[in-house]
DNA sequence: CTGAAAGCGCTTACAG
DNA sequence: CTGAAAGCGCTTACAG
């Protein structure tokens, strides 16, 4: 157990080679004799030798980890988002060999981020979150760190990814349109979200397609709390508004309580829509219709862009991936 | 941007001292003048020189990575509680000067685990789940890895941080007993944690206490999808249970919405409670009585433990958390 | 095809 | 109090 670990120099003496041969075995890179080389594979096998990561790293001036920044903080329905491309990410990263560090993020508070830089114990960093004024995009730019941001930004320089929104509310929002909805609410966070500005265009261009259509629309932003949301159903249920749209899952679960609690049925009395599916409503009754997106292939695919570009490429700009969208009984 | 980093050595040439002296200067250790430490000092303040953590890490043998092993295969309920642990342990580590490094654990297979650890990565490792048969912690055992566990385990060597679900659970029995409830019902999850375990045994003891009491109870483990829950739910109604315990939040979830479905009204028609408080309940109406911990402590806590024994310490064994009941409107 | 040597950026006995 | 030197475990030109 406490069994001083195998190095290359032992193997070496062992072996009665140079730990240059060694180390040629090991990592496939400059002419070696195939003899040699399985001689030497051979005994690592037998031997459990695995190589010092952290001085391989030291040699080449890599570290052979990613950073990972995370939000401090979250609402709980923004946490299977996270989650899932953290899985992803963390899953892409170690089949490719390197590990997955943390750094939490709050409110622009960068420092843990920062410590990871400038300790240099990160080759690149992956971004969960874009924000309009982006704080640890800026640091990392104003670095020279290689990275990519998960979600959309206006920084046309970053490397980022993101699921369609914009087409997948469009999409969304053309269906009930041809279902023959007329009055229409929606009531989205906060504007600071790339991702809100998008879904909006979707949503708005779903009806600029429709020239004939004669209905309404009422739109609510920067809602950020169950009290708002509560007022505002009250106001719709008021107006006859018919069908309710919810930029994000934690809106719809305050609409849906708003509703719950004034006993209006779903979807006789009032139709609900979400952008967003997550598993915080999968137990709904009745089910939401909503947007799906895979987002632990978004962590992976993510993952993969950064590893091109730590093996020097220079993947495009923008990536977008696709998106399902999952008609259930909350619409009739 | 692309400028070299500054290294010890620079320093040393710049200054016309050694390079050990410059190491003295920033570690703090061994003699050093003071006047030659403030010019170093100043030096690297001036300079922005920060030192090569991984450098640092090989002459020492030390990584400065703590492993923080997370579930790949949680259900939602249980992602708040991942989350929180995870923030009080990054904050916690980077304080200290450590970085938190992520293996995803999925059903006993700790592929990402034994890449951190053989590829020597982190120091000491955190395990954020306890089974009763625990792979991760058998591996962590053998190689001779120092980690603590959050949550409690059999295992009388580890050293292990957990709330304390029994007293806790007790407490909650009995306030509701002593509101003059008879009829019980306690639905539960896989005996495979040992949390369920404890929580059953502080159940007990809650009746065990009180010897006149001549109500009925029953309980129901291994329970783990809504639709079990939701026969369980229905046989209880009809043999008019007053009040329905739920050993975590997933569950309580199943069951206010088995309850929702037949219109049954809490807590007039039936009370609910709950051992465990997550975020997931928070919106509920009627508010859901039930038990807080401070998890984001749990991992500071435990942080600190896995800190202390990289120090050479050796911590108690076993560490118990405080708790607080939550009586709210799901009990008369 | 193979090896001696220098180097990655730090620490740490050992001398002085 | 300070420094030269060896070492942490690897890689990689440069020779041969």
Redesign the interface.
Same mark, same amino acid.
């Given at each position: 157990?406490?069994e001083r670990?195998l190095t290359i120099g032992d193997i070496a003496q062992a072996l009665g080679v140079s730990k240059t041969t060694v180390s040629r075995a090991i990592s496939g890179k400059g002419r070696i004799g195939e003899q040699t080389r399985s001689r030497v594979l051979d005994y690592i096998e037998a031997h459990h030798y695995?190589?010092?990561?952290?001085?391989k790293?030291?040699a080449q001036n890599k570290?052979?980890?990613l950073g990972?920044v995370?939000p401090?903080d979250?609402n709980?329905v923004e946490?299977?988002f996270?989650?899932k491309c953290?899985?992803g990410i963390?899953?892409t990263a170690?089949e490719a060999g390197y590990?997955?560090?943390?750094?939490?993020v709050t409110a622009g508070q960068i420092? %843990?981020l920062e410590?990871?830089v400038?300790?240099?114990?990160v080759d690149g960093v992956i971004l969960t979150r874009t924000l309009t004024d982006d704080v640890p995009m800026r640091y990392l730019e104003?670095?020279?760190v290689p990275f990519v941001a998960i979600g959309s930004t206006d920084n046309e320089r970053a490397v980022q990814i993101d699921n369609d929104h914009r087409s997948a509310c469009r999409e969304l929002m053309g269906r009930l349109l041809d279902r023959g909805i007329r009055k229409f609410a929606l009531i989205g966070g906060s504007e600071g979200y790339v991702v809100t500005k998008n879904r909006l265009l979707g949503f708005q261009e779903a009806f600029a397609k429709r020239l004939g259509w004669d209905g309404s629309r009422q739109i609510f932003l920067n809602i950020d709390n169950?009290a708002e949301a509560d007022k505002i159903v009250e106001r719709l249920l008021a107006e006859q508004v018919e069908c309710i749209v919810c930029m994000d899952d934690f809106l719809c679960?305050?609409v849906l309580?708003a509703l %719950?609690?004034r006993r209006i049925v779903l979807p006789k009395q009032v139709q609900v829509a979400s952008f967003y599916d997550s598993?915080?409503l999968?137990?709904?009754?009745p089910g939401i219709t909503s947007i799906y997106f895979d987002v632990e292939e978004l962590g992976r695919k993510a993952c993969e862009l950064l590893l091109q570009m730590l093996d020097g490429e220079q993947p495009k700009r923008r990536t977008l991936l696709g998106y399902e969208v999952r008609m259930r009984e909350s619409i009739k």
């Open positions: 157990m406490e670990n695995s190589p010092n990561v952290v001085a790293g030291l570290t052979f980890n990972l995370l401090g979250y709980i946490l299977p996270f989650q953290m899985m963390s899953r170690s590990d997955v560090l943390i750094s939490v420092a %843990q410590r990871a400038t300790n240099r114990k104003e670095k020279g169950g679960d305050c309580n %719950q609690i598993s915080l999968a137990n709904r009754i």
